[in-house]
């Protein structure tokens, strides 16, 4: 509601981040939700000991700590900036009012709630049932299509080796030899940190569940 802009105005924060620093961790009090104005983060939680299972990278204009939003009032998953990231802060006391009043924002909501539970679901049944490869396969496909690419063609997104095994649950070691593998079929290019794909509809058939 347009009446609403000003109220929203005067009680959200601009908050910045610098790559690498946490924004929340898991188990921490829930404080309020965050809008992606500038920058990328992971959203990640913890597998094991110093491990890490990440579920999403966002982008400018996604929200991050609607998972928090729950009878337990803890965070369920941790985020950090990948770059230097700005992010609209609202209140969670302020942010719930705004959804009892503005049932047009909550509708819309729970259709992102929705869509969210669906990718979630598709991701968990894909990391159970795809090889190795399918999922190295898919992980640079969802990426591309996130993120698009730079002015080189390569996908516009700078992450570690760790951080894509991760995104693609599995081992470092796993993903290196996958990965190479692929450059070597000239399915995609690889240069330091960035990688370009040359063949998507390879990558597509080897998303096929066995």
């Known amino acids: 509601m347009k009446d609403w802009l000003s109220a929203i105005d005067s009680r959200r924060q601009t908050l910045a981040y610098k790559k690498g620093e946490t924004i929340f961790e898991e188990g921490m009090p829930v404080k309020g939700i965050y809008f992606l104005n500038s920058g990328k983060v992971k959203i990640y939680r913890r597998w094991g000991h110093q491990k890490q299972l990440i579920l999403h990278f966002a982008k400018e204009g996604d929200i991050i700590g609607y998972r928090g939003l729950s009878n337990e009032n803890v965070y369920p998953v941790s985020a950090m900036a990948l770059e230097p990231s700005a992010l609209c802060f609202v209140d969670t006391v302020f942010f719930e009012t705004t959804l009892r009043v503005n049932n047009e924002l909550t509708y819309k909501l729970m259709q992102f709630y929705i869509n969210e539970l669906q990718y979630a679901e598709r991701r968990m049944r894909n990391?159970?049932?795809?090889?190795?490869?399918?999922?190295?396969?898919?992980?640079?496909?969802?990426?591309?299509?996130?993120?698009?690419?730079?002015?080189?063609?390569?996908?516009?997104?700078?992450?570690?080796?760790?951080?894509?095994?991760?995104?693609?649950?599995?081992?470092?070691?796993?993903?290196?030899?996958?990965?190479?593998?692929?450059?070597?079929?000239?399915?995609?290019?690889?240069?330091?940190?960035?990688?370009?794909?040359?063949?998507?509809?390879?990558?597509?058939?080897?998303?096929?569940?066995?």
């Open 127 to 210: 990391l159970v049932h795809m090889d190795v490869k399918g999922r190295v396969a898919e992980t640079l496909l969802m990426l591309k299509k996130d993120f698009g690419e730079n002015k080189e063609g390569s996908i516009n997104i700078t992450l570690t080796k760790q951080d894509l095994a991760s995104f693609a649950g599995t081992t470092y070691e796993t993903f290196f030899r996958t990965i190479n593998e692929l450059a070597k079929q000239k399915i995609v290019w690889l240069s330091g940190k960035e990688i370009a794909v040359l063949k998507a509809r390879k990558l597509e058939e080897l998303c096929t569940m066995k």
